[in-house]
């Protein structure tokens, strides 16, 4: 059994340092405006799907301690276009977040507080110092413990101040449209409008009249910002319907006009079914309903919203059998249990897969492909252990990174824009349905740019969407680079066709003439809260803006042996569930390899001897730490009691190094560190 690592020593909280504030009415904070408070520092980037989970997991905890909670977020971006402050109010703005956030594009406060990974949280106590040093996400039940704990000791010490928090709301945008995510053609005689017939009985049920706006066919936006979806003729800005109630939930249910009582979450990605396959499934189209962790479903003949598939609890690694085994393989295949039984985290898009005659999802959350089939209600795991990172070849094995975008080609393959790794990857379908993975561009988690000519060389930033032009090329939403790029796969070459955009999340091909005789592209504009028509030129531009990496402070370490130790404790009411052996691990590797003589590898316990090689200068670490304990009072025996809730802690780091004589030889990461 690996001992908890903790140290008791009482350590002041750094002063919170950057470029602005948000959410402060343009008051500037410090610590000891917030002295008397209990202070939750949030270390998020918005390109981050766990540490927008970490966002939706302390709503209900800042609700119900708003009078002695203050929760800061500490906005440290990963991406080039996440330093831009505007770029951070419009995600301040997306995400709904009620809380101050310091701007900190230097990282002086992530240095200060040593933040190694995104997200991380710190609980500064009252008194000013620091009590919790967290990593990933999951630690809600933990904080919900904690709190209280210090409610308890500072009332008594007659440090704790009640009162109102620092957060003044900004001024909201409005419009149609607020923050789309994505977009969905639908043909004439498929749209809500399909079902309606005329007053005076002139047009039959099941076709749009001819010149109405949904003669030439509609199309369905994810109003992603509004918690809603929105029908719109092929102009752009004639409304034909709305679907969910505006407000941020779940329910199911009529979802159509101002009565709506259906609710949606941040819905995302959506796809419409082949027509045979919607009339067995009910349905027409499915949803990505992102924060619910939920696929609904949509029937536009009588606008009802359902449930397709998720129990709304978020999956983690482990649930079921996607367990990642000692060699990094993970599960697939098809998972057993109801649907509606089955967790799902952040299905981000879907499209039809013709040779798995499913849906597949872009699970963004566990960094996976899943399939989804609307006649059987199957749940299946396509492609990916669950790992983040760019790694190919078979589909148990190969690591993404938040895949965000989908597109199906002519030859039934599906292209994924991955976007944690600025990446464009490849399903390759057989015709029997094995799949392997391939990339066309991309290098890995913290390399981007803006760069065109040959794939290998080529440079994205964090693209969400892709779509197949006719030539069989692809397009690619950049999104961070305000552009749509263009992959040639014949002469393996990438250019780009438009920019000046803002934050792009979606490509499609428009097909139906509207706007000339020439198709076109579609383009979900996020953050100017539109869709538009955008041409596709016959010479597409070459940029060369540079390849980049993430900068972030390298930890000086000495050559040869370092003892590598991670911190856990167990929330207060959980025990570490050590009933089938050590319920922790380690899983460590380098980039290049070669920095790690031993010490890489999976297995169990939280403390590891890394031989670092003298002959590498510098180089990454790559440290993945879990560990499960589970809720509920000891028995007599000391055990677990039968069917207690358990949990699973784990982070991921990526941790720079450079070698120096006189470097550390103790390297020391928080996954719950309490002092």
């Known amino acids: 059994m690996s001992k908890t690592v903790r140290?008791?020593?009482?350590?002041?909280?750094?002063e919170l340092v950057g470029r602005n504030w948000l959410n402060t009415g343009g008051k500037s904070l410090d610590l000891e405006a917030l002295r008397g408070k209990i202070v939750l520092l949030d270390f998020w980037t918005f390109c981050c799907i766990n540490c927008l989970h970490v966002l939706d997991e302390l709503r209900p905890l800042e609700e119900q301690y708003s009078d002695v909670l203050v929760t800061v977020g500490v906005h440290s971006p990963?991406?080039?276009?996440?330093?831009?402050?505007?770029?951070?109010?419009?995600?301040?703005?997306?995400?709904?977040?009620?809380?101050p956030v310091l701007d900190d594009p230097e990282l002086e406060t992530w240095k200060a507080y040593t933040a190694r990974a995104w997200p991380t949280l710190v609980v500064i106590d009252p008194e000013g110092y620091i009590v919790a040093h967290l990593s990933g996400e999951g630690h809600a039940d933990g904080l919900?413990?904690?709190?209280?704990?210090l409610i308890a000791q500072h009332e008594a010490k007659g440090t704790l101040h009640r009162g109102s928090g620092p957060y003044v709301a900004p001024e909201p945008t409005s419009g149609t449209l607020r923050f789309p995510g994505k977009a969905l053609f639908l043909p004439p005689g498929r749209g809500s409008t399909a079902s309606e017939g005329t007053s005076d009985g002139g047009t039959a049920a099941g076709a749009a009249a001819a010149g109405s706006p949904a003669s030439k066919g509609s199309w369905l936006v994810t109003?992603?910002?509004?918690?809603?979806?929105?029908?719109?003729?092929?102009?752009?800005?004639?409304?034909?319907g709305t679907f969910g109630s505006g407000s941020r939930g779940y329910s199911d249910g009529p979802a159509a006009g101002d009565t709506a009582a259906a609710r949606f979450n941040e819905p995302q990605g959506l796809v419409l079914l082949p027509e045979d396959v919607a009339a067995k499934a009910g349905y027409d189209v499915v949803i990505a309903d992102s924060v619910n962790h939920r696929l609904r479903g949509l029937s536009l003949a009588d606008g009802k919203a359902s449930t397709l598939a998720g129990s709304g609890v978020q999956r983690l690694l482990e649930a079921g059998p996607a367990r990642v085994d000692e060699d990094a393989a993970g599960f697939t295949g098809e998972l057993g249990g109801h649907p509606l039984d089955v967790a799902l985290s952040s299905p981000w898009d879907v499209v039809w897969s013709r040779k798995l005659n499913a849906v597949v999802i872009a699970m963004a959350g566990t960094h996976q492909i899943f399939s989804f089939d609307p006649v059987t209600g199957s749940v299946a795991i396509v492609a990916g252990n669950g790992l983040e990172g760019l790694l190919d070849g078979a589909p148990h094995e190969a690591w993404f990174a938040q895949?965000?975008?989908?597109?199906?080609?002519?030859?039934?393959?599906?292209?994924?824009?991955d976007s944690e790794t600025s990446a464009l990857r490849k399903l390759v379908i057989d015709d029997d349905g094995s799949?392997?993975?391939?990339?066309?561009?991309g290098k890995g988690l913290f390399d981007f740019g803006f760069r065109d000519g040959p794939a290998a060389e080529a440079r994205l930033q964090h693209p969400l969407g892709v779509t197949v032009l006719?030539?069989?090329?692809?397009?690619?939403?950049?999104?961070?680079?305000?552009?749509?790029?263009?992959?040639?796969?014949?002469?393996?070459?990438?250019?780009t066709l438009a920019r000046g955009l803002l934050e792009p999340s979606d490509v499609i091909v428009d097909h139906t003439h509207s706007a000339g005789s020439e198709p076109l592209l579609v383009v979900v504009e996020?953050?100017?809260?539109?869709?538009v028509f955008i041409p596709i030129p016959k010479e597409a531009q070459q940029v060369d803006e540079g390849a980049v990496q993430t900068h972030r402070p390298k930890s000086p370490v000495a050559p040869g042996p370092v003892e590598l130790a991670v911190r856990f404790t167990a929330p207060t009411g959980q025990k570490l569930d050590d009933r089938w052996g050590d319920p922790t691990q380690l899983k460590i590797s380098s980039t290049p390899p070669e920095l790690l003589v031993s010490g890489g590898g999976t297995s169990v316990g939280l403390l590891r001897t890394l031989e670092l090689s003298p002959e590498v200068a510098e180089g990454v670490l790559h440290i993945t730490a879990r560990a499960a304990a589970c809720d509920g009072p000891e028995t007599e025996d000391g055990e677990i009691p039968d069917h207690a809730a358990c949990h699973l802690y784990q982070q991921d780091w990526g941790i720079p190094v450079v070698l120096q004589r006189d470097g550390d030889r103790e390297l020391v990461l928080d996954l719950r560190g309490m002092d």
Request: hydrophobic share 40%; charged share 20%; no cysteine.
């Open 78 to 99: 990963k991406f080039e276009h996440e330093a831009d402050p505007v770029a951070l109010a419009a995600a301040v703005e997306r995400y709904e977040i009620h809380h």
């Open 7 to 14: 140290t008791h020593a009482r350590v002041r909280a750094s």
């Open 223 to 240: 109003d992603t910002g509004h918690h809603r979806l929105v029908e719109l003729a092929t102009d752009f800005h004639t409304v034909l």
């Open 403 to 417: 895949p965000s975008g989908l597109a199906e080609d002519a030859d039934g393959n599906i292209w994924v824009a």
């Open 144 to 149: 919900a413990v904690l709190i209280p704990e």
């Open 470 to 495: 006719p030539d069989g090329s692809v397009a690619i939403a950049d999104t961070y680079n305000g552009a749509v790029r263009r992959y040639d796969p014949a002469s393996g070459t990438v250019s």
């Open 526 to 531: 996020a953050n100017k809260h539109q869709v």
């Open 435 to 441: 799949v392997t993975v391939e990339s066309a561009i």
